[in-house]
């Protein structure tokens, strides 16, 4: 379906710092490696589908129109043969970024292409799939929203012992996402304050998840989920031997890292330009 077939739980254990061997007293965690790089997307052996390079020219043209500010249509793949919906699928690619939205009876599977901000998302339901089309944006509309799905978590009344630093920082989260307003954007760094294994699996268990999870992969993955709070969200930073290196609370909307830029928008849009002149010449 997309690079997230299900949602991941939350880590609670960070990774054992690196020693270096010529300096045993200097502790540190370990950088994530093994980045994704972009490698253009090639016609291979399905042939160019008038209607798909129209697809990448509108694509192109939606480009411009978030660079200016201007919201763009979504383009239905439905509507197109199967042969084109194929060739889109060849060089459109799959980028980093996937999510996954469930609310009530319905799932969206969401996947950015390789040229960033262009994503195709398929709206699941009971029978099958219902919507399948492409939309350029920093993050899709539907995902854009999902910040204000809740799970209904109670604030708890009273604390078991054994936690540290759990209890006010619960206390400061609820209070927070009740009073957010657009706009508002915060990064609590697990990572820097003191918390023991007891308060981090306290947290998980009483903030909850919201059914929302997007994966964004590059050095490493950050791996991002709703919390039962509207509007809090878990961002979680992995090495490439799966170790949490950096534990986040985020208060926002949408967490930066599963957004697209201007400049990712220019960048697309110079790339899918080179793709029309590949197209044209092939």
């Known amino acids: 379906m997309t690079m997230l077939e299900q949602h991941s739980p939350v880590a609670t254990e960070n990774a054992a710092p690196v020693t270096p061997f010529d300096d045993p007293e200097c502790g540190y965690l370990a950088m994530p490696q093994g980045m994704h790089s972009f490698s253009m997307p090639l016609p291979g052996e399905i042939p160019a589908s008038q209607a798909g390079i129209a697809v990448v020219r509108r694509l192109a043209e939606c480009l411009s129109a978030e660079l200016n500010g201007i919201d763009s249509d979504r383009i239905d793949r439905d509507s197109y043969d199967e042969e084109t919906r194929r060739f889109l699928d060849q060089v459109l690619g799959d980028g980093e970024v996937s999510a996954l939205i469930d609310a009530d009876d319905v799932r969206w599977a969401i996947r950015e292409s390789v ?168």
């Open 115 to 282: 040229f960033i901000g262009v994503w195709r998302l398929r709206e699941f339901r009971a029978g099958g799939i219902v919507r399948d089309y492409l939309e350029v944006g920093s993050v899709p509309s539907v995902l854009r929203h999902a910040g204000t799905y809740t799970a209904g978590v109670e604030r708890p009344r009273s604390f078991p012992d054994g936690l540290m630093n759990a209890p006010s920082l619960l206390t400061e989260l609820f209070a927070k996402s009740v009073a957010f307003q657009e706009g508002q954007s915060e990064v609590i760094n697990l990572s820097l304050l003191p918390m023991t294994e007891n308060d981090l699996a306290y947290l998980v268990e009483v903030l909850g998840l919201a059914g929302v999870s997007i994966l964004s992969k590059g050095y490493g993955d950050c791996r991002i989920r709703l919390t039962g709070l509207p509007n809090v969200w878990w961002v979680q930073y992995f090495n490439v031997s799966d170790q949490m290196i950096l534990n986040t609370l985020e208060i926002t909307p949408i967490p930066q890292a599963a957004q697209a830029t201007q400049e990712d928008f220019e960048d697309s849009l110079q790339r899918i330009e080179e793709l029309l002149a590949m197209l044209k010449d092939s």
